[in-house]
Nanobody, 118 residues
Framework: QVQLVESGGGLVQPGGSLRLSCAASGSIFSINRMGWYRQAPGKQRELVAGIASGGSIHYADSVKGRFTISRDNAKNMVALQMNSLKPEDTAVYYC????????????WGQGTLVTVSE
């Protein structure tokens, strides 16, 4: 069983920064992808950033140049450094882990709320 535990959400003013962290535990195989999604009220969940175990990275256009994703493979942890935050970044952020073995398995964290407001 795989578990994802997130931390780091909160309230920040526009232009501020936050760092989200996610720790994965359980049967984590080496071939995987970790990432962050977000869901704002009334909107669909969207990919924010993803990073593969080999290091390739993808960012949503809306966060390029402001957010940085990183991971520690030895600790099965992924972090999202969010700078120059905007009110439209307000959402629940979810950690995501995808394992590739003979099948694809996907896991989600419980979500952490990020609010960007004066």
């Amino acid at each position: 069983q795989v578990q994802l535990v997130e931390s780091g959400g909160g309230l920040v003013q526009p232009g501020g920064s936050l760092r989200l962290s996610c720790a994965a535990s359980g049967s984590i195989f080496s071939i995987n992808r970790m990432g962050w999604y977000r869901q704002a009220p009334g909107k669909q969940r969207e990919l924010v950033a993803g990073i593969a175990s080999g290091g390739s990275i993808h960012y949503a256009d809306s966060v390029k140049g402001r957010f940085t994703i990183s991971r520690d493979n030895a600790k099965n942890m992924v972090a999202l450094q969010m700078n120059s935050l905007k009110p439209e970044d307000t959402a629940v952020y979810y950690c995501n882990l995808v394992l590739f073995t003979t099948t694809k398995s996907e896991y989600w964290g419980q979500g952490t709320l990020v609010t960007v407001s004066e």
